[in-house]
Nanobody, 127 residues
Framework: VQLQASGGGLVQAGGSLRLSCTASGRTFSSDYMGWFRQAPGEEREFVASISPSGESTYYTDSVKGRFTISRDNTKNTVSLQMNTLKPEDTAVYYC?????????????????????WGQGTQVTVSS
């Protein structure tokens, strides 16, 4: 079971990046998927999550209106479109998969809800 994240890089403030996460080893179409990030010296932080069908999404307040999470179950892929990037978005971004069935997507802000994690991709936003 493997989650492979890609798409990170260096971008100027106000720019955009699109992260992708491809799953292999099992089918994730029934899983909730999430993105987290971790800046140097900081704890891992929830960014966004999406339901198995893609109908429900949830974002941390700091990225609402700027980031969009989406998924393509035919390709076992989840993406994170990041627009209007800010220096404070600089972090290693991780994708994760949860095979739980939470009562609400808000529960998936918690990292312990996810059983599978990708290796991370670095996003650096310069001012």
């Amino acid at each position: 079971v493997q989650l492979q994240a890609s798409g990170g890089g260096l971008v100027q403030a106000g720019g955009s990046l699109r992260l992708s996460c491809t799953a292999s080893g099992r089918t994730f179409s029934s899983d909730y998927m999430g993105w987290f990030r971790q800046a140097p010296g900081e704890e891992r932080e929830f960014v966004a999550s999406i339901s198995p069908s893609g109908e429900s999404t949830y974002y941390t307040d700091s990225v609402k209106g700027r980031f969009t999470i989406s998924r393509d179950n035919t390709k076992n892929t989840v993406s994170l479109q990041m627009n209007t990037l800010k220096p404070e978005d600089t972090a290693v971004y991780y994708c994760a998969a949860s095979n739980l069935r939470p009562p609400t997507i808000r529960v998936l802000q918690r990292a312990e809800m996810y059983a599978y994690w990708g290796q991370g991709t670095q996003v650096t936003v310069s001012s």
